[in-house]
């Protein structure tokens, strides 16, 4: 009998999954699963969690809360040699992973999905010692450090806020960098630069409209000095997918990327504060089986290739 390790966040979103927790572990026993759960207890804990069913040996680890979840569940899963397929529940405030793998919102088709059994290699981004599945990036943003406490928001998510009217906007400052990507060079002063794995990202839908979830590569994008209408002109264009083609734009493809700067630039991953630069990032190719909706995912040309089903 196949094993199945729910490892959830009682806290996440609006707290709705601990309702539904009876019915899901029986629709999971019905198809042939035997399922436990753990309720993760505060920060990092769902890290641990995920190394526990490795060790143990469960053959499928579920995450179910938001992106903060499952990036956590992935950093336990990552680095270890034998890991199990990852089963997605989205019941968190950004379910960009989920999104992005078309995994439904609605507990009970979200289930459905893990026990149809289908599932695809999907690429995992590591950044310096922390692996990440949206994005990851940096920028020099003076005060906003001490401002905001370690759980900022993906810089993109930063972008929107600015969209909003909030006052920070004029506290990106541009500073030096040194990126190095597969091979090339691009040394300038930048506002932000994003590495990305998946096309959404923080209510930016069409941030990287070309980006396939597994073909080794990470979407990098580095917005070049502008002064602040330009800034918030090009935010703007990024909310339509129209900011690809800006001159002040390098959008591009890469595999192994390494950044530097003289200046002191905060580095965010997956919407959490992530250390300072130096970073070097790897796109770890179709590293995870993750259970997708596989009729959804064939629509979508790019994900067609290295299905599996068992
Ligand atoms: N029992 C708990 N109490 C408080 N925080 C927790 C608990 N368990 C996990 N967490 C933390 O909550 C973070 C956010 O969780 P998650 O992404 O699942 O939900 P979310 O609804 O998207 O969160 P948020 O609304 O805070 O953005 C996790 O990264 C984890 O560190």
Redesign the pocket.
């Known amino acids: 009998m196949k094993r199945a390790r729910i490892i959830y ?5 609006r707290e709705i999954f601990k309702r539904s927790l009876a019915d899901v572990l029986m629709k999971l026993e019905k198809a042939g699963y035997e399922a436990s759960c753990h ?8 890290i641990k969690a995920a190394k526990i069913a490795v060790e143990r040996e469960y053959d499928v680890v579920i995450a179910a ?5 499952i ?2 569940v992935v950093n336990g899963l990552a680095e270890q040699k034998y890991r199990p397929k990852l089963g997605v529940i989205p ?4 379910n960009d992973f989920a999104r992005a793998l078309h995994i439904p919102r609605d507990i009970d088709a979200a289930v459905d999905v893990i026990i149809q059994n289908d599932t695809i290699p999907v690429d995992i981004g590591r950044m310096n010692d922390h692996y990440f599945i949206n994005i990851a990036g940096g920028g020099r943003l003076t005060e906003l450090t001490y401002e905001v406490p370690s ?1 900022l928001k993906t810089m993109i998510g930063q972008l929107a806020y600015y969209l909003k009217g909030i006052e920070m906007l004029p506290s990106i400052r541009a500073a030096e960098a040194t990126i190095e990507y597969d091979g090339k060079l691009f040394e300038g002063e930048i506002m932000l630069f994003l590495v990305g794995l998946t096309n959404s990202v923080g209510g930016f839908e069409k941030l990287a409209p070309d980006s396939s979830i597994n073909d080794g590569l990470f979407t990098l994008m580095i917005l070049k000095k502008t002064n602040l209408a330009e800034f918030i002109r090009i935010a703007t264009l990024a909310l339509r997918g129209e900011h690809i083609h800006d001159p002040n734009l390098i959008y591009t493809k890469a595999n192994h990327i390494k950044v530097k700067s003289p200046a002191k630039m905060q580095l965010n991953i997956d919407g959490e504060y992530g250390g300072l630069l130096p970073a070097e990032f790897f796109n770890l190719y179709r590293h995870l089986d993750v259970f997708v909706p596989i009729d959804k995912i064939r629509q979508e040309d790019k994900l067609l290739e290295n299905e599996s089903h068992d």
């Open positions: 966040n009682p806290t996440s979103g309720a993760t207890t505060g920060e990092g804990d769902a809360g938001g992106d903060g979840t990036n956590e019941t968190g405030t950004t759980r």
